[in-house]
């Protein structure tokens, strides 16, 4: 019986032995079961990580692009507010170097009154926005032709010429605007508007006349005379800074409002102390003119005659000398050499 129980107990201890786990094992699992929860804390700042970058990404890619695009509104905005006019004024001041202008005994130069214009008509038109073109800025002579080719060469562009009168009769007064084209009447109209209303002098009226640098331009084109300097009393206003500025002002709003000339004549407009900052928004008459392409007036002492090249010198000067002797039927013979001097000081016509 001892035999029998002890192979018994012998059979139940390895079976035990093969069932049961090694004391490491077990010590192992047992850390296992026992082990605290706060373990996988790695993993979860893992699964976390990809969270940062979305918040991250998402904001500023959205907030870029929303900034750029409003940045890109505003200036589209206020791009179109600004004074941007789409057209280039070409000025010219009259005569220059060698040619004084005005007539022989003159004593204001005609030269320097219409530099001085011009030059503040050319500051004036720059505060509005325009882009000024001078065909000349200083005391130079510059040949008709080549202000011309100056003028054509600007597509979007018009052509002011600025001048003063003179005539060997010195009661003799006014302004007077010139022009030669169709498409150059709403500008004429609107320059001597402002400049016949807001001067202290007569009133000439626009006139059409086949000036060289009117007729051969082929953009709207003007040439204002500011009054007669051989006149004492106009030849004192134009010794007037104030005077020539308030002209450079007139002339700059006949320019600014010559959009608004309407397709009626009418009169022209009181004089009125119109301010240096704000324009007149008003509608301009489209003025009355007097077509003189074959008429001479007599209070100017120019001529429109021009000889052919092909005669000689002697036989143009006798031509000259019977044409301006025929032209005036009231003005004795002795004057013509007179006349003649004067008309060579006019080299503008």
């Known amino acids: 019986m001892q035999k029998y129980f002890l192979s018994i107990s012998l ?51 959205q ?13 589209k905005a206020v791009a179109p507010q600004g004074p941007r006019p789409s057209t280039t004024v070409v000025i ?19 030269k320097t009154m219409n530099l001085d214009v011009a030059q503040r008509l050319k500051a004036v038109l720059q505060s509005y926005g325009y882009r000024v073109v001078m065909t000349r800025d200083s005391d130079v002579f510059i040949p008709l032709g080549t202000r011309v080719a100056i003028a054509n060469s600007y597509r979007d562009a018009i052509f002011v010429c600025v001048h003063f009168n003179a005539t060997p009769r010195r009661s003799a007064s006014g302004i007077e605007t010139y022009f030669y084209s169709s498409q150059s009447l709403p500008l004429a ?23 060289y640098v009117l007729r051969r331009t082929t953009i709207p084109s003007v040439l204002v005379e500011c009054g007669f300097l051989t006149n004492p009393t106009e030849a004192q206003h134009a010794l007037s800074p104030a005077y020539r500025q308030k002209l450079a002002l007139e002339i700059a709003h006949g320019i600014q ?92 016509d």
Not at 63 to 75: D, G, H, L, S
Not at 193 to 198: D, K, L, R, T
Not at 270 to 281: K, R, T, Y
């Open 11 to 61: 059979v139940l201890l390895a079976i035990n032995a093969y069932s049961l786990p090694a004391p490491s094992a077990l010590n192992e699992r047992e850390k296992r079961l026992n082990a605290p929860t706060p373990t996988p804390t790695p993993r979860q700042q893992i699964l976390q990580t990809p969270q940062a970058p979305q918040t991250f990404s998402s904001i500023p890619r």
């Open 63 to 75: 907030q870029a692009p929303q900034t750029r695009t409003a940045t890109i509104k505003t200036t």
């Open 92 to 110: 010219d001041a009259g005569h220059g170097g060698h040619d004084r202008g005005g007539i022989a005994g003159q004593r204001v130069d005609e």
């Open 189 to 211: 109209s609107a320059i001597h508007y402002y400049v016949a209303g807001g001067a202290p002098s007569a009133n000439r009226g626009v006139r059409r006349r086949g000036f």
């Open 257 to 348: 409002n010559r959009a608004s000339v309407s397709r009626f004549a009418g009169a022209t407009r009181i004089v009125s102390n119109s301010s240096d900052s704000a324009l007149e928004p008003e509608t301009v008459p489209l003025q009355p003119f007097i077509d003189q392409t074959h008429y001479r007036d007599p209070d100017l002492a120019r001529s429109k005659h021009r000889r052919s090249s092909k005669s000689s010198k002697s036989t143009s000067s006798k031509r000259k000398r019977s044409s301006d002797s025929d032209s005036d039927s009231d003005t004795p013979k002795k004057s013509s050499t007179k006349k003649k001097k004067s008309t060579r000081a006019k080299t503008e």
